[in-house]
């Protein structure tokens, strides 16, 4: 048990959908045999959301750090002392308060390496804002924060795998932002995630074009001669199996996806918007390419359904089972690597030789 892998949770705005995804997926007894889940919050607002939805019989084991985390029992620990006054729905600055105070806790201690992981509940991306919390999300903030040189937002289900070389920036800035290097840099993280932290062993990415029909051979936008395939020729000559670029709206509609181990879109809603429309309850965002394992849920505060039991855990109960899977993976690839070093051998059949994948 001592093994079993700490999941350190976020609980986001308290006037969100957070803690009722996390709630209903804590109350699963299965969840405490793939991990340990550590929450940081605080026990009143816990309790406050847990009242709304009518489960008494689901108890906190209350800790001061994470060490001492019952392996059997969901944990939480206190990371403020004030009562807090609870607006469901609200979008308020309250709601960004805790939801850093309740993020910088729980990454402190991954970084630390107190947590094995971090699923982080929807935030608000303006209300957080503060001196101390500066970025357009979570993703950019937990690069910073573990020193981290780059990061893929990677979008993963059991259907469909998918990154994107641009994030939250705004769409007149997608052209000038997208370059060769950004794209090889987006294509290597993506190939090494899919290696590591999902053992395939010779990933098969798809490409996407930028410009309607990938630019019609020069005819609407230059972007895909000029970039995008050079960029992908660069990775390939890097051992990344890589093709492209696809016109987005055919690729998806006909199902090429199915074809590949992941694709890589050019900006956010090309991306997400398929992704969603596929597997919208089961989506999971992860952070690919940081030195820690941190993953999401793929929705946001949902504020219009807050506090009336309406909040689907699916795709929270799915980020927790990727970032135990992920870790797990990371494990044995390690153990495996510590092996061939004493042994001072070559391993001949790797892990991903013998393991079906894992999302």
Known sequence: MSNKIKIGISIGDVNGIGL?????TLSE????????PIVYGHTKVASYHRKALGLSDFNFNVITEAQLANPKKANIINCWEEDVKIDLGVANEIGGKYALLSLEKATEDLIKGEIDALVTAPINKHNIQSETFKFPGHTEYLMERSG???VLMFLLSEDIRVGVVTGHIPIADIP??????????KLVLMNESLKKDFWIEKPKIAVLGLNPHAGDNGLLGKEEEEIIMPAIQQAFDKGVICFGPYPADG???KGSYKQFDAVLAMYHDQGLIPFKTIAFSTGVNYSAGLKIVRTSPDHGT????AGKNLADPTSFIEALFAATHIVRNRREQEELLKNQLRSGGKIIETAADTKDDAN
């Open 148 to 150: 981290s040189n780059d």
């Open 251 to 253: 690729f998806f509609g």
């Open 176 to 185: 000038k932002s997208i370059t060769i290097d950004k794209i090889v840099k």
């Open 20 to 24: 009722e995804v996390i709630l209903k």
């Open 29 to 36: 007894s299965r969840i405490l045999d793939y991990c340990t």
């Open 302 to 305: 949902g504020y219009d359904i």
